[in-house]
């Protein structure tokens, strides 16, 4: 049995409610080793795609053996089945919703399970908070090296969130605003990688970003390169493209928000 | 001594501030061992019912011997005492203004103590931050097995709350909305044994439940039974009756609160 | 090794973001035994001065050893140094931008060093998030015992905010208002001491507090004292003057905010 299984907790209870301290009560009760941490509790309620973006931002710093249980679950109660996810180093319990589709887009190599065992609820389980009464206790089960095998029958088909594809265009590559951080950062879904190849076949490095109406000139790698207030692109600690302003909210100066086009263009 | 004893913390404290930090500083200092849990640090200020509310709500999923540690506490530096009470599985350290209540209701065989002995303070005690001074290092000393005949002497009569009433009327219960949740649910006080021992005896099962203006015709399980944007009733996670939205806000739609009043009337 | 080394966060991250459960998966992947704390996410972005106050309001309720991890850092990616300051019982890590004045203010007897040593870092470092990839694993290398030599070489000189003084003026003394608390008190940085030894001379005792337009009459001892909604002044939990209002708002009610004076003149 482990030391210190850490059980991390993503969802979208909010942090006034009853809601995650009744998750925190039935892990420790189970299993009272387990290291119970918050990633966030604030994922806007039902927004699958936000809990899939943050998941994913933070999933490779957690210690091996992590599990993760992802509670943004609109269809609590109906027929849509709750998961049990063994990828290389993780595991994750969630709705089969698409929620786990940002870690699917990763990891290859996964193992899932449909969580059907009885024997890992607890005894009364209600159908409007599954958090609690199933998803809660598995994950605790789990942490004391319960085989996943244990917790119900082999699935692969499983639900996957359409995700936005960079397109390329010429001499144009576009992409889309994934999230808006709390500095007011864009985060866009264009990766370091594919950009940098991209610009690096340009004339003198020359180049135009285009972000809604706004033409964002330097690409550079720090916020503090450029002076207050001013924009700049780079990519950022999750190795996606950024629009930011230094000490200031992109988000509001540039009036874009998720979904919205950001356009490369080099020059030739 | 426990190995990893709960110390579960439900204040109005907020999390902006140096009042949370400061309560777990002083548990942590004084058993290095006591795993301290936030239930939740955003009950509205000096708002006792809902403090009462949320632990009555979780309490009971938290493990034997769990330490909750309780200031809704408007009278802080008065002479209201504070307050140690057991109950059969767990202990509560709380001012004696009434938001014990919800615990009250539920568990019958309680041994109280009125927390007095100074040697379980902080040396030096504010008359402004008595949970910081007063509260947390009492249960702190309490997670390391101080008998709690030490603290200070026995009480009986302590403060409780007004609880709202089923009220009953022929063909018709009401009750009230005790609290809207994150997602806009309005949960009622009305039990679902009450509700549906009181249903058995209409007619063909035909009822009509009356929120504010409006009537929520369909009873059932789950959210999902309805379509996104209905109403329903269903007996919530809590055993409560609660008045939902699929996927929206009961709450704003209803445009109801705390207080308000629902009405159930059965055809017979 | 210690046995649970605490970590204690303060940042201006927020909670709705990936940015702190990246901190907290790098420091237990690093060191398993690591008790991960949360002081507060909430500070201001960018604020400082707001960050140096609350480090200073809780620091000393700590366990000895505990390793405070400050991050409130808008110069993140430039030159500005990262600090690792040891006082008597505690250790700091930080950015060199005077977030830790407020401690410094207190301890005198400091030991720092600029952290550059890139073997406590993650292996690959992004310039916009070090608190992940630099500071959050020096802390957790820290709490493992590392020797405070082994991060980088000896640092004297390091950034100090501009903090507010006392002004004397024959029977007046004058302050500023440090912080708004949740609870609408106004917190001072008029010390308990110097106000009392100030009052001590007054004539019977008589004294006005002038607040922006208001006179504050009454200086006591707690909240309780006075009537609900009633002005009051009293040294509060961290031993400055606060102004208050009993179950209500002084910093609504006077319209005041941080940086505003209040005055005291004695009657003589």
Known sequence: VQRHPVIAL????????????SLKGVIVSINPEARVIDITHRIPSYEISVGSFILRAVYKYFPEKTIFLVIVDPGVGSSRRI?????????????DNGVLSGVLVQE???????IT????????????????????????????????????PKTIQVKRAV???????????????LYE?????????????????FLSKSKDNRFIIRAGNTEVLSFLSSYSDVEK????????????????????????KLKMKTGDKIIIRRKV
């Not at 049990?84 to 709705?95: E, G, N, R, T, V």
């Not at 995700?163 to 605003?177: K, L, V, W």
């Not at 207030?229 to 509001?252: D, T, W, Y």
């Open 10 to 21: 993503l969802t979208d209870f909010g942090e006034d409610d009853f809601f995650v301290a």
């Open 83 to 95: 998961l049990l996810m063994k990828s290389k180093k993780h595991y994750f319990i969630a709705p």
């Open 108 to 114: 290859q190599d996964v193992a899932i399970r449909e």
């Open 117 to 152: 065992n009885t024997k890992y609820f607890l005894s009364d389980t209600s159908r409007t908070f599954e958090g609690r009464d199933k998803m809660a206790p598995a994950a605790s089960w789990l942490s004391l090296d319960i085989p996943i095998e244990e917790f119900g």
């Open 163 to 177: 995700e936005y594809e960079t397109e390329f265009d010429g001499n144009e590559i576009s992409g889309r605003i």
């Open 181 to 197: 951080d709390k500095f007011g950062n864009l985060i866009t879904n264009l990766s370091g990688d594919i950009v940098e190849e």
């Open 229 to 252: 207030g001013n924009f700049l692109c780079l990519i950022g600690s999750l190795g996606l493209l950024e629009i930011a302003v230094r000490e200031g909210s992109a988000a509001k």
